[in-house]
């Protein structure tokens, strides 16, 4: 039981109670394996970009849109998938997600030939569209959910899931694929790799269909016990997007936001060429560092949470991690030739604070935007990070061809400073905890 409150409705007053259930941590779990089964997907060829370059007989140029693909489709689908996120509910959505990450998944089976290169990049076109259904979830599952003292945590906790994905795409790739072996070998790699991960989203999609749930029976939270009696009121979802983009506060965040996670994902599609090129046959060691980039992510992830929930500090916190994550890029940027186990300690440093920042950027833009959806605000962050993302990945991968890493990296830091002097201007105005302290 998290409180009561009292609405009225005519003349007659009703006293809606606030309370909190056991099944939300299973609702949560499930969504983070259900994010993580996507996720996943997003780097599995361009981490072992050499192997698929070889098999295939395709230049990393298409190798690298297997990543874009994901960016690319979130932009124009992102506003019809929060429209349904916000007009049908968490079930709905996460249904039409997991379903599509599923189909994907399978149809990548049926790529494992060396002319077939078209069907896998179908097949994760299908997987990179579901995404749309995946991104701006949590912070609207932490609101419809937990309590106030748990909704940033728990946010934090569904981002993991999307991390924990990412991780595992680093990993499992280049541990089961061996570049080295002959066509025959990469074929039988290839078809357990993707077999593999078609029957954990399969598992996944059964574990939804019979225990997701669209919301609780009562609302967690005074906040989104008023958001939900303000529905009918409220502007509808284009006119709540209009006032998204007049909120200067959010709009500052959401450049920042964007500048951030984009040169992450830029990073993450081509990490596999950064280290071959300092470190020749270490596409597993590239792997690995990936996996260190995310780990330490997470822990960044779940450490913000708990400090926001605890303090309540959105915009200093804000600002601390993109310093550092500022930092942390400008050490990778300079120990890169130092040593492939020094690489290992400044990625995970970089990871920290870069992948760290994605609950924080979704927290405090459900503050700064309080009441319109969460679902609607994360949503746009999102959108913002693709357009990053494909804008760094194809600056990151063009400078690396012809001007080195080096002034790949030092591009890329002047970014983070810029987004550092954004997040600066933000306004603290946390409109959810005054909603919740009234």
């Not at 990412?166 to 570049?179: D, K, R, Y």
């Not at 059964?206 to 749930?213: E, N, T």
């Not at 992830?301 to 994550?325: M, N, P, Q, W």
Request: with cysteine; net charge neutral; proline share 4%.
């Amino acid at each position: 039981m998290s409180g009561e409150a009292t609405i009225t409705i005519g003349k007659l007053p009703q006293v809606e109670v606030c309370k909190v259930y056991k099944i939300r941590w299973l609702i949560l779990a499930i969504f983070v394996l259900y994010s993580a089964s996507n996720a996943m997907q997003w780097v599995q060829y361009s981490i072992i970009a050499d192997v698929i370059v070889k098999y295939y007989g395709v230049s990393y140029t298409f190798v690298d849109w297997t990543s874009m693909i994901y960016m690319v489709l979130y932009i124009p689908f992102i506003f019809p998938g929060s429209y349904m996120l916000d007009k049908l509910g968490l079930r709905v959505a996460v249904l039409i997600g997991v379903t599509g990450t599923c189909l994907g998944t399978w149809i990548k089976v049926a790529s494992v030939a060396p002319d077939r290169f078209w069907v896998g990049f179908l097949g994760q076109t299908i997987v990179a569209f579901s995404q749309v259904f995946i991104l701006s979830v949590p912070a609207r599952l932490a609101a419809v959910w937990f309590g106030p003292s748990q909704v940033s945590s728990a946010c934090s906790i569904g981002v993991f899931g999307n991390q924990m994905g990412i991780a595992i795409g680093f990993l499992l790739p280049p541990m089961i694929v061996n570049g080295n072996g002959l066509v025959t070998d990469i074929e039988h790699d290839l078809y357990i790799l993707f077999i593999g991960t078609g029957i954990i989203t399969t598992v996944v999609l059964i574990l939804v269909v019979l225990f997701f749930k669209k919301q609780p029976p009562s609302p967690p939270s005074h906040a989104q016990l008023q958001t939900q009696t303000s529905n009918e009121d409220t502007a509808k979802f284009i006119q709540s997007i209009k006032r998204l983009l007049i909120n200067r506060s959010y709009m500052l965040l959401l450049v920042a936001y964007g500048i951030n996670v984009g040169i992450f994902y830029a990073l993450s599609t081509l990490l596999n060429q950064i280290i071959l090129k300092y470190y020749p046959n270490a596409s597993a060691d590239a792997g690995r560092i990936g996996l260190f980039i995310v780990i330490a992510g997470m822990v960044g992830s779940v450490i913000c949470g708990v400090i926001l929930d605890k303090f309540h500090r959105f915009k200093e916190t804000t600002i601390a991690v993109y310093a550092f994550s500022l930092i942390g890029m400008i050490a990778f940027t300079f120990t890169l030739d130092k040593g492939i186990e020094v690489v290992y300690v400044t990625s995970a440093l970089l990871g920290f604070f870069m992948t760290g920042l994605l609950p924080v950027g979704f927290e405090l833009a459900a503050e700064l935007t309080y009441p319109e959806p969460e679902g609607t605000s994360a949503g746009l962050l999102n959108a913002a990070c693709q357009v990053f993302g494909i804008a760094f990945t194809s600056l990151y991968s063009l400078l690396l061809r012809q001007l080195g890493d080096i002034w790949a990296n030092v591009i890329m830091c002047a970014m983070l400073f810029l987004g550092t002097i954004f997040t600066a201007f933000i306004q603290s105005d946390l409109r959810r905890q005054a909603a919740q302290d009234k």
